[in-house]
């Protein structure tokens, strides 16, 4: 399987990424998409609160016969404070660890309207990298979401870990 990890700040759009890719990939249309959502990662927290509660990995077939796992993980900074990012930042370490081996790519979602990643992302995710396996160092890719055009992209190139 083509294995793919999810990671950023609470709210920036991982789990809303993990379903277009989804929908893309097994050949639904725009009128077409489906959740990918289980039913059991969500909370019923109001939109400004985090959401996703774990990593949790979702595996399908592309229309193409390519067998994907992605793994969709809660938000770095969660909205309700600090003991809930370590215990992310834990569950995402958890899963980098046994999917090592099969990791082929890191996408970093970022808000590109802000300027730059809060400290605690940032100390969250150069953590993380540390621990990736050395075969993933040029396929680490960075994703930013929230923006319109390029006038509106705020974020700062010196503040990409």
Excluded: C
């Excluded at 249309?29 to 959502?37: E, H, V, Y």
């Amino acid at each position: 399987a083509f294995t793919i990890l999810i990671v950023g700040e609470s709210g920036v759009g991982k789990t809303s990424l993990l379903t277009l890719l989804y929908n893309i990939l097994v050949g639904n249309g725009p009128d077409d998409f489906k959740p990918i959502d289980d039913g059991h990662n969500k909370s019923n927290k109001s939109r400004f609160q985090s959401q996703t509660e774990a990593a949790k990995s979702y595996t399908f077939t592309s229309k193409n016969g390519v067998n994907f796992l992605i793994i969709d993980t809660p938000g770095l900074n969660d909205t309700r404070g600090g003991g809930y990012n370590e215990r992310h930042k834990g569950s995402i370490a958890k899963f980098i660890a046994e999917t090592a081996a099969s990791l082929n790519s890191v996408l970093i979602l970022a808000n590109g309207t802000l300027a730059r990643l809060s400290a605690s992302t940032q100390g969250a995710l150069n953590t993380l990298i540390e621990i990736l396996p050395k075969k993933l160092q040029n396929n680490i890719s960075m994703l930013f979401t929230k923006w319109a055009s390029l006038a509106n992209l705020n974020f700062e190139d010196s503040d990409i870990p």
